[in-house]
């Protein structure tokens, strides 16, 4: 079993920045891939960023390139978005993921959920204009 916890969400103007946190426990949580993901009302959760086991590949999605970076400490067994020129469209609950491997081969695999199994409760980001 592995529990995930975001936190570092909120309410900020657009132009502005967040950085979110995601601390992981049990299993051997720092082996594995992790990912953001995100969903916005009424939409489809949507993948945001990913990140291998040791940091040496990420994957972006269109969207947030250029203005997120994910990142982990592997010795606090902690993920990081750090979120950049915070647009409305940004708003949404974002979701942090343990990937079933420790590598990502290509953002298509990046992106699909199902190679995620277990996830956060999530963080409310808002993007005000």
């Known amino acids: 079993q592995v529990q995930l916890v975001e936190s570092g969400g909120g309410l900020v103007q657009a132009g502005g920045s967040l950085r979110l946190s995601c601390a992981a426990s049990?299993?051997?949580?720092?082996?594995?891939?992790m990912g953001w993901f995100r969903q916005a009302p009424g939409k489809e959760r949507e993948f945001v960023a990913a990140?291998?086991?040791?940091?040496?590949?990420?994957y972006y999605a269109d969207s947030v390139k250029g203005r997120f970076t994910i990142s982990r400490d592997n010795a606090k067994n902690t993920v990081y978005l750090q979120m950049n020129s915070l647009k409305p469209e940004d708003t949404a609950v974002y979701y942090c993921?343990?990937?079933?491997?420790?590598?990502?081969?290509?953002?298509?695999?990046?992106?699909?959920?199902?190679?995620?199994?277990?996830w956060g409760q999530g963080t409310q980001v808002t993007v005000s204009s």
């Open positions: 049990g299993r051997t949580s720092n082996t594995y891939a």
């Open positions: 993921a343990s990937n079933r491997y420790r590598y990502i081969a290509t953002i298509q695999d990046a992106a699909r959920t199902y190679h995620y199994d277990y």
């Open positions: 990140i291998s086991w040791s940091g040496g590949s990420t």
